[in-house]
């Protein structure tokens, strides 16, 4: 199964720069919950904007046609096929979750209450895919935060 996860604003926004536009320990910490000792699935973009080793705890896959000695990297194909046998979680960028969207079965879609001026990546727009909320909670900023925001569970 494929499962996607992001935070956008209010927008869409999801990148600025190469990088996320905002500071929200609170969706970080959400967003390792979700991740945490499940397959990983990113973009070489998103792969070299992470820390040296990648996401820990996870299995990490890039989707390159480039071999790289650093992480696991699979073809379309082979992401596909493997998601026949086991969860695989999207985590970006743009290009890949517009890639991979036709084939998601869930999302969790964190919406900051802020509008980034400037930002240069977009989430896809799922509103005419078949997805429906099923959960919902909104959380104010917390002492490591820069905007509440409304995190959402959506399934198709």
């Known amino acids: 199964m494929l499962t996607m996860i992001y935070a956008c604003d209010t927008n869409g926004a999801i990148g600025k720069d190469g990088d996320l536009p905002w500071k929200q320990s609170s969706d970080l910490q959400h967003f390792k919950r979700i991740t945490i000792r499940k397959t990983v699935v990113m973009g070489r973009k998103t792969w070299d904007s992470l820390p040296p080793g ?8 890039v989707m390159s046609r480039t071999p ?27 290009e890949i979750y517009s890639l991979f969207l036709p084939h998601c079965k869930e ?5 900051i209450h802020t509008e980034v001026e400037g930002a240069d990546t977009f989430a896809p727009d799922i509103s005419e895919l078949g997805f429906y909320l099923i959960g919902e909670n909104h959380q104010s900023p917390g002492p490591k935060d820069q905007h509440s925001m409304t995190f959402q569970h959506l399934i198709c």
């Open 54 to 61: 990648g996401l820990p705890n996870r299995r990490n896959i």
């Open 68 to 94: 790289r000695q650093d992480v696991e990297v699979m073809s379309f194909e082979q992401i596909i096929e493997l998601s026949q046998n086991e969860e695989l979680i999207i985590i970006g960028g743009g």
């Open 107 to 111: 999302i969790h879609r964190t919406i």
